[in-house]
């Protein structure tokens, strides 16, 4: 069972990246699933999340209208596609799953897989 992110790297301000994050060993629509991120210093937070109840997608404020999270079931795959870039989104992104809670908390102790990051660097 584990969650492989990919994706990650140095782009310029303005710029875009698409993060990808493929399950292997469960099926990622019967979790919420979600992206955090951690910039250096600074604690996790949480980006977006697709919920398994309703199938609706949340975004930080920090993101909305920048960042677009999506899931293919075939693939088995999260994204999160990020645009216009700024050099505050500089973090490891890592990719995430909750059994429970459906998007509703954004607690690290509440998700229950993790990727293992990848970094992505915004910087001109």
């Known amino acids: 069972v584990q969650l492989q992110a990919s994706g990650g790297g140095v782009v310029q301000p303005g710029g875009s990246l698409r993060l990808s994050c493929t399950a292997s060993g469960f099926i990622l629509p019967h979790f919420a699933n979600a992206w955090f991120r951690q910039a250096p210093g600074k604690e996790r937070e949480s980006v977006s999340c697709?919920?398994?109840?309703?199938?609706?997608?949340y975004y930080a404020d920090s993101v909305k209208g920048r960042f677009t999270m999506s899931r293919d079931n075939v693939k088995n795959t999260m994204y999160l596609q990020m645009s216009n870039l700024k050099p505050e989104d500089t973090a490891a992104y890592y990719c995430?799953?909750?059994?429970?809670?459906?998007?509703?908390?954004?607690?690290?102790?509440?998700?229950?897989?993790w990727g293992q990051g990848t970094l992505v660097t915004v910087s001109s």
């Open positions: 697709i919920s398994n109840k309703d199938g609706r997608t």
């Open positions: 995430a799953t909750d059994p429970l809670f459906a998007c509703s908390s954004d607690l690290e102790q509440d998700y229950d897989h």
